[in-house]
């Protein structure tokens, strides 16, 4: 996700102009309004409690988070990755293996936690409508796919990951039940009848903008990214029909200049507190077990954990296992 452009190693080195100290921890992420929590939610607080600095980074690059590791020139700690991408990475020898004495795993969702990562935060992909630029809101996956109904373009994730190959089956008519392995053929098929009147969006900020803009008025979005446009000015409508969930991951890269502090930040930032601060600024839900009794009902309701009927969990144990390939299929289908 997020990014998986092939950087060279003096590229990557380059252009991560933020050097990490024995003062500082580098945290990277995706930027925009679920960095901005996160800083919030885990940065202030982990400075607080331990005097170190938390400089902000991003957004996260795979190229850039390898060509690191192979130069042996690593100037992130703990990085933001996709829960996908952090099984594969792990599997690779690109990350370190998380302390368990330090990150009390117990309190987690087991789902999220391999030997190598840690959920971050768990989302899901969501039909986003701008309600006030469009005489009517797709509510299906069939509907998004559906240009004779709802003209007009429409905003999907650029990026080779869980979330767009699902929602082309799903409104193709596979079951949910049935997604797995993914029938790439029906999957690039059905996507060929909107590719005309899709805008890519590589980054949640920029899909809020597109939505914002009207420039695409509705598509598939972060959940997290919707519940903060429908507390701005624009009109946003949201449609939990088949999400489709997926977790973010924190983890280390292998040769982090701050290790011990890497760990004892990921402690924080996956404790009950800090998850459920987190949920509370961004719609994303806690992989922390405990977070939801923080949580006042309200709010602890409109998150993903909640919208359960006809949620679609994506399957990262496939995509870690097949992101590579899929991917080289993926860019060159865009490139057509």
């Known amino acids: 996700m997020k990014h ?3 950087f060279t190693a003096f590229a990557a080195i380059m252009a991560a102009a933020i050097p990490a100290t024995a003062e500082t921890l580098v945290f990277s992420s995706w930027g925009g309004t679920t960095q901005d929590a996160q800083k919030a939610a885990w940065a202030n607080p982990y400075t607080e409690k331990t005097g170190l600095q938390v400089v902000q980074d991003g957004p996260t690059d795979y190229g ?10 690593v100037t992130w700690d703990v990085v933001d990755v996709e829960g996908d991408y952090a099984a594969q990475a792990g599997k690779n020898g690109l990350l370190e293996k998380l302390d368990f004495s330090v990150i009390d795993k117990s309190k987690l969702d087991p789902r999220f936690v391999t030997d190598y990562s840690v959920g971050s935060f768990y989302y899901s992909f969501v039909i986003g409508c ?12 069939a509907d998004l796919f559906d240009t004779a109904k709802f003209p007009g373009k429409r905003t999907f994730y650029k990026w ?7 929602a082309a089956l799903l409104a193709d008519g596979v079951p949910a039940d049935k997604l797995y392995p993914l029938d790439l053929d029906r999957a690039f098929k059905k996507l060929d009848t909107i590719k005309s009147e899709i805008v890519w969006w590589s980054g949640g900020a920029q899909s809020q903008q597109l939505l914002a803009s009207a420039e695409a008025p509705f598509g598939s979005l972060w959940n997290g ?17 088949q ?19 890497a760990m004892k930040f990921i402690a924080l930032a996956t404790s009950a ?16 077990l405990e977070s939801a009794k923080l949580m006042d009902p309200e709010t602890a309701k409109t998150l ?8 679609v969990n994506a399957d990262m144990s496939y995509w870690a296992a097949n992101r590579d390939a899929i991917g080289e299929r993926w860019y060159a289908w865009q490139a057509k």
């Open 4 to 6: 998986t452009f092939a």
């Open 64 to 73: 850039k988070l390898k060509a690191m590791v192979e130069a042996n020139q």
């Open 130 to 141: 701008n309600a006030d630029a469009v005489a009517a809101c797709p509510k299906t996956w």
């Open 160 to 166: 080779s990951a869980p979330g767009v190959i699902e």
């Open 225 to 241: 990214r919707m519940t903060a446009l429908a507390k701005s000015d624009v009109n946003a409508e949201t449609s939990w029909g």
């Open 243 to 261: 999400n489709i969930t997926a977790a973010d991951s924190l983890v280390v890269p292998k040769g982090a200049p701050n290790l011990e502090a």
């Open 273 to 288: 507190e800090a998850q459920a601060a987190l949920a509370k600024a961004t719609g994303y839900a806690p992989i922390n």
């Open 304 to 311: 993903p954990d909640q919208q359960t009927a006809g949620q």
